[in-house]
């Protein structure tokens, strides 16, 4: 008898509550039993959701009071700590967390503890799949540190981080989640590009943790860039810095560290971010410049870089093939 797993979900109003909400509907093994939003409790999930008409008749609920197997908390950064501060949460029951309240705090290796004691694995499958298989609660990455990390952490596993690196990113509009700001209008947004947080990210303390993981001497400054861009979702990241390497030494290192991971895929030819959108993977392609190794990552911000790592996450804890339910396909044209 296959698996079956009973899910609820925290915050299901939002754009990553929504992808969640498409990917466990049609996840084989999974069981959707709540979906909680205060603000359209009652409603039902395809009136805020209507890519979801014709597909479930289950409605938001005010509270998370049904026992389940795996809790997803997608509320924003802060409110998931507040909301297991405030509600019982059997000790049984798995969490996977999409904010940033439990990603990282100094001097800890790989997880993160809580005020009640519950430890957070942090769930970047290709720097820990063994760690996140044991699991109990895992803090699933944000996406521009998903991004970055998969663009770096094969260097940093050969201790070959040792000059600055270079990192700009742009991102969908997305990514700056569902609430209405003077940043986030379409009226603005479009055909318009502004940095933001330059030098001073939040995914700076994740990314440089887990480089320190694999790379303890030596860790390099890292000067990142973000932008915001002109479309929906997405995001596309350019890291650069001196090496050493030849383009086919690098291009060997990449592809032997990701040959065990199946959505981090090392390519030969120049990519483009519909390659990656409405799917679960990371592309990466490397140039040789000169004395600089240019790596150019490519992720869905909303799916890699949030739900569909929640996902896979989730696959790994429950002793599933890690790519169940994520099987997607990019529209390409």
């Not at 001097?107 to 694995?121: I, L, P």
């Not at 996140?132 to 803090?139: N, T, V």
């Not at 480089?211 to 860790?219: A, F, M, N, P, Y």
């Not at 090392?266 to 993977?281: A, F, M, R, S």
Request: with cysteine.
């Amino acid at each position: 008898m296959s698996t079956s797993i009973k899910a609820g979900i925290v915050g299901g109003a939002g754009y990553a509550g929504g992808e969640l909400l498409r990917l466990i509907l049609l996840h084989p093994n999974v069981e959707l039993a709540f979906v909680q939003s205060r603000s359209q409790a009652g409603k039902p999930v395809y009136a805020t959701h209507p890519d979801l008409l014709g597909e479930t008749e289950i409605l938001f609920s005010a509270d998370a009071a049904i026992p389940v197997d795996v809790l997803f908390l997608c509320a924003g950064h802060g409110e998931a700590a507040k909301f297991l501060a405030e509600n019982e949460v059997s000790a049984e029951t798995k969490i996977i967390d999409l904010s940033q309240d439990f990603r990282w705090n100094e001097g800890t290796a790989t997880a993160n503890v809580n005020a009640d004691g519950r430890s957070f694995v942090y769930g970047l499958p290709e720097l820990q799949r063994e760690q996140i298989q044991q699991a109990e609660h895992i803090a699933n990455p944000g996406c521009f540190a998903t991004g970055i990390q998969l663009a770096l952490l094969p260097l940093a596993k050969q201790n070959l981080l040792n000059t600055d690196v270079h990192v700009s990113g742009i991102t969908g509009s997305t990514g700056a989640g569902q609430s209405l700001s003077a940043t986030s209008h379409f009226s603005w947004r479009t055909e318009n590009v502004s940095t933001y947080k330059v030098m001073e990210h939040q995914h700076l303390h994740e990314i440089k943790r887990s480089l320190k993981s694999l790379q303890s001497e030596g860790q390099p400054d890292i000067h990142f860039i973000p932008y915001r861009g002109p479309f929906a979702r997405g995001i596309f990241i350019t890291a650069y810095l001196q090496s050493d390497l030849s383009l086919e030494e690098a291009q060997a290192m990449y592809k032997d560290y990701y040959k065990g991971h199946p959505f981090t895929l090392v390519t030969d030819q120049n990519p483009d971010l519909k390659q990656v959108v409405n799917t679960n993977k990371c592309v990466l392609y490397l140039q040789k410049l000169g004395n600089m190794l240019v790596i150019t990552s490519l992720i869905d911000n909303l799916l890699k870089g949030a739900a569909g790592q929640a996902v896979q996450n989730m696959n790994l804890v429950f002793g599933l093939d890690e790519t169940t339910g994520l099987k997607l396909k990019a529209a390409a044209f």
